[in-house]
């Protein structure tokens, strides 16, 4: 999962990007609003973080401006702490939900989290297909009841498809939800995984639909 954080402090960005790497997000930080609306409308996200106070374009003009042009990933909007008018505002304007300043990490992981699972029309953090069950609250795979023990990377790629469980994913669209921005992308590394996650889960688990891309199969 892939995440954007637009965040004018630096310390509580970083604290942000940290705690949802933890969780098994890779994150791309915008400093300001002007690149925040920027890499909301260009880039594929499964979740963002947008505080409203920011430098160059405040929070709710680049939220509406996304909702505006029709980008619709869920958005969580940082807010100061009882200013209820800009909560009103911010779900009016398209938020998802919102956290008033100061916040704790876990409560932040655990919103995001669980607006993930929503847009992906889930209501519970475990996914069961089968004999796999892949605890998105956990970040826990177990195969036949046995944990299995994943790399982080190779835990974003189970999740990612998972989430997607049964649809068919391409290795475009899987590569933008495993790496953030600035990293350097490579399809070959993204095979590899897949082999290595096979390896470990066995050979049926994740499917390859020639020049189409990969898909997780729905019942093991
Ligand atoms: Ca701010």
Redesign the pocket.
């Known amino acids: 999962m892939r995440a954007l954080i637009v965040?004018?402090?630096a310390p509580l960005a970083r604290q942000v990007i940290a705690a949802l790497a933890e969780a098994g997000f890779v994150a791309d930080h915008a400093p300001d609003g002007e690149e925040g609306l920027f890499l909301g409308e260009t880039e594929p996200y499964d979740a963002v973080v947008l505080?409203?106070?920011?430098?160059l374009l405040d929070?709710l003009s680049v939220l509406r401006r996304w909702r505006g042009a029709g980008r619709d990933m869920p958005v969580l909007i940082?807010t100061a702490r009882d200013a209820w008018s800009e909560k009103v505002e911010g779900l009016n304007a398209g938020a998802d939900d919102y956290l008033a300043k100061p916040f704790v990490m876990p409560e932040l992981v655990a919103r995001i989290q669980a607006l993930v699972r929503r847009a992906h029309g889930r209501g519970r953090p475990e996914i069961a297909l089968g004999r796999l069950v892949v605890d998105t609250g956990a970040q826990r795979v177990l195969l036949d009841g046995v944990p299995v023990k994943l790399t982080g990377l190779e835990y974003r790629t189970l999740g990612y498809l998972a989430h997607r469980a049964g649809k068919v994913v391409s290795k475009t669209e899987l590569t933008e939800h495993l790496y953030a921005q600035d990293f350097d992308r490579d399809s070959n590394t993204l095979e590899v995984m897949v082999a290595r996650l096979r390896k470990k889960l066995g050979e049926g688990v994740i499917e390859t639909l020639r020049g189409q891309g990969y898909r997780l199969v729905e019942s093991l």
């Open positions: 965040e004018d402090h505080d409203l106070g920011l430098p929070g940082l």
